[in-house]
């Protein structure tokens, strides 16, 4: 009888602490400024019980719809921009998506993410090297004959020299500028009071916080790069901001996704509601079976007195 009660209270233990996060909704984009003819990519990662999304824009139409009733669950699409002419490329995100877990309530969804793209720059055109001049040969000096006595010998005349041939120095060729690849260091993006465990390669990252949190201090440490949405970020009425990292004509975006305490019970959250219920029941079941085993011994003990 001990070994039941328990294997019961373990089970209870067990429904009371598991974790449970709220639904959330990020659209984000490879680079938000783009030539034309680059690669540009936009990813909808959506976690939620339920799913009724539609993706459009310049060479995007698509609908992400799904639903798991045993919770919440991660999913992403990534689509193709079409950046063969310049302009403004906008992908707006509809639709709606259900929390099963921590609310059971239906969020509607309206956003949108915009890629500037515009013509890419014209290459200088390298000058051709200006040819070296080529020497005129030495002319041959040309000795007179002098007036010599009868007395030399005759064949002292015209003395001739021949010129040495002159060396052609080669023609340097121009050298072709080398383009160096553009690399952004990041050494450590730090949210003051939070512990995301930055990673360069890593662009999402869930910051539990509390209801009454308006703003966060975020802090760069980058080396020759411009931080866009550092220092104090306001997040108020927010689900999620941006951090962006550029150098040249290179970006990247880190994305944090704001989990607050109004909505999951604590910073790390426990849905215990849930848990206690079933712990309640159990323990009411356990009850009565003991009521029963209590009261068959004491029949049985009845009739053998």
């Not at 598991?18 to 959330?24: L, M, P």
């Not at 950046?83 to 059971?104: A, N």
């Amino acid at each position: 009888m001990k070994k039941i009660v328990r294997i019961i209270f373990l089970i209870t233990i067990m429904f009371i602490s598991t974790n449970v996060y709220a639904a959330s909704l990020n659209v984000s984009a490879s680079k938000t400024s783009a030539y034309k003819g680059d690669k540009v990519t936009v990813t909808v990662k959506v976690y939620a019980g339920t799913w009724n999304l539609s993706v459009s824009g310049p060479g995007v139409s698509d609908k992400i719809v799904g639903f798991d009733m045993d919770g919440n669950i991660n999913t992403t699409k990534t689509y193709t921009v079409d950046t063969s002419t310049v302009g403004t490329k906008t992908i707006v995100v509809t639709g709606d998506y259900t929390d099963y877990v921590t609310e059971d309530t239906t969020r509607d969804v309206n956003k949108t993410i915009s890629i500037t793209v515009s013509e890419a720059p014209t290459p200088t055109p390298t000058p051709s090297p200006t040819p070296s001049p080529t020497p005129s040969p030495t002319p041959t000096p040309t000795t007179k004959p002098s007036s010599t006595p009868s007395s030399q010998p005759a064949n002292q005349g015209t003395t001739v020299v021949t010129p040495q041939p002159v060396e052609e120095q080669p023609t340097e060729q121009p050298t072709e500028p080398i383009t160096q690849p553009v690399e952004i260091k990041i050494n450590n993006i730090k949210v003051v009071g939070y512990d995301i465990d930055f990673n360069k390669d890593v662009h999402d990252y869930n910051i539990f916080v509390s209801s009454d949190v308006k703003e966060l201090y975020v802090i760069v440490d980058g080396e020759d790069v411009e931080v866009i949405n550092d220092g104090i970020v306001e997040i108020d009425n927010k689900g999620y901001f941006d951090v962006t990292v550029k150098k040249d004509n290179v970006e990247l975006t880190y994305t944090f996704i704001l989990i607050r305490g109004d909505v999951l019970g604590v910073e790390e959250v426990k849905d215990t509601s849930k848990g206690l219920k079933i712990a309640l029941l159990i323990l009411s079941l356990v009850t009565l079976l003991v009521s029963g085993v209590s009261l068959y011994y004491f029949v049985l003990r009845k009739k053998s007195i």
